[in-house]
Every structure is written in structure tokens, then in C-alpha cells.
């Protein structure tokens, strides 16, 4: 005996029951996504001010001090690099220490500054290349690897 169902197919209630359940699940994607990629670029920011402070590092290993520059902004113009004669510039001469400078991750944060200072209190800017401090600063956008979000500032002694 054949059985014929004569409504066959999905009530309205059905429906808008699973639709809503996929809109849920799609929000919560996107939300998850979203703190993941502000996560990423905090961690960009970490990595690129510590390759920074490592090319810094070398500069100080065959100059003596750090390259004269006062509120530089990293990774500006058509590729700044860091070289042992030419210190910041577009034209690299020397040894040269980091090929071009990251820029800060966009969307958020600020850019990355360079200043060089005569000494520790960073109160007087060094204008003549060797100089014996500097400072960068940096922005993130949520706490990342121990360091909280905010205002930040890289020196030879390390991140604050």
C-alpha cells in the first residue's frame, strides 16, 4: 500500500528556526574573528618593535651609540631602512641592518616613533650620530605577551 504525504516540505516555523540559528552562529564567527585579528596585529606590533630593537642593537655594536633622529616615523616614505653609514634613510649605505622598517598594523594604533636622546632621562634630543638612548612608540590595542594596551615605549632596557 502506498503512503502519499500531503504536505510535504518545511513549515515556516522550521524555517525561521534554523535561519535564526545560523544568524547566531554567523555572530559569533565574526565576533571571534574579529578579536583574533586585533590579537594579530598586537602581536605584529610586539615582533616588529623587538626586530627593530635588534637592528638598533647592531647599529650600537659598530657605531657606538644609536643613529640621530628626533620623532621618526617608522616605516614612512618609500622604505626607510637602517644602515651603518646612512643610520634612517631611503638610500641605505653599508652594512645594512634591517632592510625596510615595519610600519604600524592598520586599522588601530600609532605610529611608530623614533627619537634619539643624549642620554637615559630622555630630556635632551642627540642630534649627532652616535647617540647613547633612544626610545620608540608604539600602541596596542589589547594586552598582549605581558604587556597591557595603551601607550608604550621601547629603549635599550626593553618595552614598558
Known sequence: ???????????????????????ILSTLAVVSLNNARVKARDAKRVSDIKQVQTALELFLSDRDGYPAASNLT?????????????GFS??????????????????????YKYSSFTSSTAST???????????????LEEATGGIGAGDHVADPNGME
Open 90 to 111: 631611503e638610500v641605505a649605505s653599508g652594512t645594512i641592518y634591517m632592510g625596510k622598517l615595519p610600519a604600524n598594523a592598520l586599522p588601530g594604533g600609532k605610529d
Open 125 to 139: 634630543a642627540c642630534t649627532t650620530t652616535p647617540c647613547p638612548w633612544y626610545k620608540i612608540t608604539f600602541t
Open 1 to 23: 500500500m502506498k503512503y502519499k504525504q500531503k504536505n510535504a516540505g518545511f513549515t515556516l516555523i522550521e524555517l525561521l528556526v534554523v535561519i535564526s540559528i545560523i544568524g
Open 74 to 86: 617608522l616605516g614612512s616614505g618609500a622604505g626607510l631602512r637602517l644602515s651603518r653609514d646612512a
